[in-house]
């Protein structure tokens, strides 16, 4: 993946699990903090703070105002973000990984 | 899926979010609760109480005894538990849903 969170913005987030099915990273930063962009595959989010980000896009931005407790869906994103709000921004995510072109690569049989 | 928790334990298990790629269940029990042999799918699991449960499985049974905010992997199982703590168990289950099955069988072109 290019643009890795964990590569670009390593202050803000860190890898808490990986196997071959998904990675779980942890996403937390004070009020102010800006990341640089960076990409996401297909991830649930998990909220575990109150906060409210401006989220930069190639299409532009967008503010969105989210409560500790919920879980929803991210679809694989390109974008940049900023905590707009005064409190930290604490969140799960579980990425993804792509089974089906894993599984499909490795079962492939023939000349290499 | 046979025994899903949702149905046989409805009271401790909810659906907080699910689409054709993952479930999204939140599980929420009180000191000395037990549930009904019911099964998982591959999931990610991530703390969000200290709790001690007891967990029934045909080989028998083991203690755990997790803290809040961490994130681990269940791979597919069925069993039961037991709240044998002083704390409520306060967990997210994020199910992984059979993408290759599923995108095997749809992408198939043939005879019916």
Redesign the interface.
Known sequence: MKDDPVDTNPLHYSV??E?D??R?L?YLDASGDKTTPHEHP?S?M?TLSNFRRRLHSADGHRDVELSAGK???LPAQRHSGENIGTTPTHV?F?E?KD??ED?QAGSWIGPA
Do not use: H
Request: hydrophobic fraction near 70%.
């Open positions: 808490v699990f196997n099915r998904v779980v942890e297909d649930v998990y879980a929803m869906w799960i579980v993804l089974d089906l599984a």
